[in-house]
């Protein structure tokens, strides 16, 4: 039967609401474990959708994303062996590797639209009900329960569950009493694209001896700092996935060049560590903005994902965190079901996510103000600080595991 012919229950454990990959992958992790939960996402099919956009994923995403069943069918994915840190102007600069710190890889790249579908396929074969197209237009808390109001295919809907979960970006935060949302603006865009260079890139490892891979298999991505912000280049399959940082009006006239242009001015900020820059796929753009939510739960509610935390992408930690929070919250449901939405389950989950969270939204703000600025004195730390990152195999170690896993790396 399809999933979009459910037959809803009025009652349940957890009602999700937002169905992207944290909220889907907050849905599978619960499976068979007896715990009834309804998931609502307000977009269409997933199949009928594209979202090109790259996604970083960390090592220990991908540990997620098996116990999910969700990694194997994921189509096009790149491993990430290396990564380059630059400093723009400085001497400064950091090469980790994956046999460094003792993975199989760093991390990987994927299109977005590919985990979504394929996190989709899996929940059409569990015990979810799940719904596309379902706009949550009212929601309330109260001691006991929560209660919610939605509309889905013209009707108007309601359902009550022990906790809610808000998995949708934010969007409803100001609904929830208690829960304040924090904002700044960084003045900053992200322009996004897909890059192909016509040489291999080069990188210099210890001793000052270089060596080279095809772009194809390199698996090198590169993050590169500068006055503006940073810009990444991530290895995808034969190209490079771009996630170059600009001040909002550099990103209007940016994303308004016609293609040869734009390639003649990303060389001109990136450098020539991969040598000319031969094609450009469709660009696009979004402003950048950190955002959280104090405290991430409330009086039978929880926020995770980007409804709790919207990070710069400067480190690609976003989306990694969100699927820990996803994880997590999962294990606490289903260690004490009785307990589903109390204040003690509550407390324990907050108390269990308050460092990975909190820390990754320190250092990704503290990258972004520490090497987006023409500062003198700031970019000889810079300079100075990749340097040594580079020369202390253990504070890489540490680094790079926090990249990885977060907090309990």
Not at 13 to 23: A, K, R
Not at 94 to 105: E, L, Q
Request: proline fraction near 5%; charged fraction near 20%; hydrophobic fraction near 40%.
């Amino acid at each position: 039967m399809s999933r979009e012919k459910i037959t809803l229950k009025h009652e349940y454990d957890l009602i999700i609401i937002g169905g992207g990959p944290v909220g889907m992958a907050l849905a599978l992790a619960l499976r068979g474990s007896g715990v009834s939960a309804l998931l609502l996402e307000a977009r269409g099919l997933p199949e009928k959708t594209e979202d090109s956009r790259p996604l970083a994923l960390s090592h220990g995403s991908r540990l997620i994303l098996e116990r999910l069943g969700v990694w194997k069918p994921l189509p096009d994915v790149t491993p990430i062996t290396t990564i380059h840190i630059s400093n723009r102007g400085g001497f400064g600069r950091t090469v980790m590797t994956a046999d460094d710190i003792g993975v199989p890889a760093l991390g990987y790249v994927i299109n977005h639209h590919d985990v979504f579908r394929s996190m989709h396929k899996a929940l059409k074969k569990c015990d979810v009900d799940y719904l596309t197209g379902a706009q949550v237009t009212q929601l309330e808390t109260g001691i006991e329960s929560g209660r919610i109001e939605f509309q889905h295919d013209g009707v108007a809907k309601q359902a009550v569950g022990r906790l809610l979960v808000l998995a949708d970006g934010g969007r409803l935060t100001a609904k929830i009493d208690g829960v304040t949302q924090h904002v700044h603006d960084y003045q900053q865009w992200a322009v996004v694209a897909r890059i192909k260079s016509e040489c291999a890139p080069k990188i210099t490892g210890r001793g000052g001896s270089e060596f080279t891979r095809s772009p194809a298999q390199a698996g090198v991505a590169y993050e590169r700092f500068t006055p503006d912000g940073p810009v990444a280049l991530l290895p995808s399959g034969e190209y490079f996935a771009l996630v170059w940082t600009v001040s909002p009006s550099a990103a209007q006239e940016i994303l308004a060049l016609d293609d040869a242009a734009f390639l003649v001015r990303l060389h001109e900020h990136f450098g020539d560590r991969l040598g000319k820059l031969v094609e450009a796929g469709k660009r696009s753009g979004f402003p950048l903005v950190l955002k959280y939510a104090t405290p991430v739960t409330a009086c039978r509610a929880v926020l995770i994902g980007n409804a709790a935390q919207t990070l710069h992408p400067v480190a690609g930690q976003g989306f990694n965190l969100g699927l820990r929070d996803a994880w997590e919250l999962a294990d606490e449901v289903i260690s004490a079901p009785a307990e589903t939405g109390t204040p003690a389950m509550l407390a324990r989950y907050r108390y269990r996510r308050r460092m990975d969270s909190g820390g990754g939204r320190l250092f990704t703000d503290s990258l972004v103000k520490l090497f987006s600025n023409d500062d003198p004195v700031l970019g000889s730390v810079r300079s100075v600080g990749l340097s040594a990152l580079d020369c202390l195999p253990q504070a890489k170690r540490f680094v790079a595991r926090r990249m990885m896993f977060g907090a309990r790396g």
